[in-house]
């Protein structure tokens, strides 16, 4: 069975940094494309960064774009997401998502096939 | 950024009913669309991708159709187990962007 496991949430200050981390398993992940979307009550789901199949093309949504950096060790059957400068509007559930397909290591947009169950990061002083 | 504007916003429905929910995107997307189901506490599940493709191990009375800018996602025969959050989301470029949700009540 496909499986994303998220980890690395928690409380941080404004301005802090975090590092997501999510463990693959059950298929081979340098084969797909994966993503990092985050969802908060009030903005519903929002798209926060892709990554190719072999990291050659990575993709940030705005609100992120310079605090976020997104990365994968297809060795070790991982995708991180570290985050510096963390805001109060950062706050949210992120998940770990997985595309269709996504072999061919440049952008071609699949739907997401596989999620995580969630890692909750909260931006409070 | 491509907008995609999903509608109603929350629905009433008894089992056995028929549902349909309607998402339009702001530009053209081709068949470019996938629906979502979420039920509390977990990460949404793929339902339905490129528009009108059912993901496998997913039930038949779920269906979608459309293309360009106007989609429809239908339940038939409702189910206890179908009352749950569902979305649409395009993938036609960066950055992908989903609706609100249609929280579907009994």
């Known amino acids: 069975d496909v499986q994303l496991v998220e980890s690395g949430g928690g409380l941080v200050q404004p301005g802090g940094s975090l590092r997501l981390s999510c463990e693959a398993s059950?298929?081979?992940?340098?084969?797909?494309?994966m993503n990092w979307v985050r969802q908060t009550p009030g903005k519903g789901l929002e798209w926060v960064s892709y990554?190719?199949?072999?990291?050659?093309?990575?993709y940030y949504a705005d609100s992120v774009k310079g605090r976020f950096t997104i990365s994968r060790d297809n060795a070790k059957n991982s995708l991180y997401l570290q985050m510096n400068s963390l805001r109060a509007e950062d706050t949210a559930v992120f998940y770990c998502?997985?595309?269709?397909?996504?072999?061919?290591?440049?952008?071609?947009?699949?739907?997401?096939?596989?999620w995580g169950q969630g890692a909750l990061v909260i931006v409070s002083s | 950024d491509i907008q995609m504007t999903q509608s109603p916003s929350s629905l009433s429905a008894s089992v056995g009913d028929r549902v349909i929910i309607t998402c339009q995107a702001s530009?053209?997307?081709?068949?470019?669309l996938s629906w979502y189901q979420q039920k509390p506490g977990q990460g949404p599940k793929l339902l339905i991708y490129?528009?009108?493709n059912l993901e496998t191990g997913v039930p038949s009375r779920f269906s979608g159709s459309g293309s360009g800018t106007h989609f429809t996602f239908t339940i038939t025969n409702l189910q206890p187990e179908d009352f749950a959050t569902y979305y649409c989301?395009?993938?036609?470029?960066?950055?992908?962007?989903f609706g609100q949700g249609t929280e579907l009540e009994i």
């Open positions: 998502v997985r595309e269709r397909g996504g072999e061919e290591d440049f952008w071609s947009g699949y739907a997401f096939d596989s």
């Open positions: 059950g298929f081979t992940l340098s084969r797909y494309s």
């Open positions: 990554i190719s199949s072999r990291s050659s093309a990575r």
């Open positions: 530009q053209d997307i081709g068949n470019y």
């Open positions: 490129d528009a009108s």
């Open positions: 989301q395009h993938y036609n470029n960066l950055p992908y962007t």
